[in-house]
């Protein structure tokens, strides 16, 4: 199956301060990727879907200038937590969808990335 | 706010039975899938059935779709151990950009 690598798999930073969370496609397009938030014992929350070349659509709920999301290409999407503190706390997980093959195919998830604030 | 409802949130069986796990959801979909998530890991895509299909068997896996009571469920035969893990269900419903909602999961643990 079509392989989604996430960077960095873990991260610890200070309160205040921004991190940046990476999604590849590494072996298709992705027209599509989008951005979860898992807390420990849940399911994951769609934060987001990022489409290439245009502003990402936010699920309600969550602040867009907090968690800026920018799908630069057809195969990078990053996910920017802004001034982070400890309630951001989380995993995050991306998925990436292959445009070429319709709306209803199955997407491909990232390993997650967990951040932790301090 | 999330698709749907899981049931059981917790399940704790032996080696060897079967693990029933149910989801309901609540909008017209396009298609359900499963997923399993070890603890603190990534997820793994089981099974994708779409809305027209009612039955799909993978392995020890069979999924099962109700459209018109809007559940599915899926059935993991001879569990084993290393079946131990959170599993998640997920729809993909009409509302712009084909998005995947999870519903809240089921734990399943699978004793030697």
């Known amino acids: 199956g079509a392989v989604v690598s996430q960077h960095p798999s873990w991260v610890i930073c200070k309160s205040g301060t921004s991190v940046k969370i990476e999604c590849r496609s590494l072996?298709?397009?992705?027209?599509?990727m989008f951005w979860y938030r898992q807390f420990p014992k849940q399911s994951l929350m769609l934060m987001a879907t990022s489409n290439e070349g245009s502003k990402a659509t936010y699920e309600q709920g969550v602040e867009k200038d907090k968690f800026l999301i920018n799908h630069a290409s057809l195969t990078l999407s990053t996910l920017t937590v802004t001034s982070a503190h400890p309630e951001d706390s989380s995993f995050y997980i991306c998925?990436?969808?292959?445009?070429?093959?319709?709306?209803?195919?199955?997407?491909?998830f990232g390993p997650g990335t967990r951040l932790t604030v301090l | 706010s999330q698709q749907g409802e899981e049931d059981p949130q917790a399940l704790s069986i032996q080696e060897g039975e079967n693990a029933t796990m149910n989801c309901s959801y609540k909008?017209?979909?396009?298609?359900l899938q499963w997923y399993r998530q070890n603890s603190g890991r990534g997820l793994v895509h089981l099974i994708l059935?779409?809305?027209?299909?009612r039955e799909k068997h993978s392995g020890r896996l069979r999924v099962t779709l109700d459209t018109s009571k809007k559940s599915s469920s899926l059935l993991i035969t001879a569990s084993r151990a290393a079946d131990t893990a959170s599993y998640f269900c997920?729809?993909?419903?009409?509302?712009?950009?084909?998005?995947?909602?999870f519903g809240a999961g089921t734990r399943l643990a699978v004793h030697p």
């Open positions: 072996d298709f397009q992705a027209t599509t």
């Open positions: 059935i779409r809305s027209n299909e």
């Open positions: 997920a729809t993909v419903f009409s509302g712009g950009y084909n998005k995947l909602i």
């Open positions: 909008t017209s979909i396009n298609n």
């Open positions: 998925s990436a969808r292959d445009g070429r093959e319709g709306p209803n195919n199955e997407q491909f």
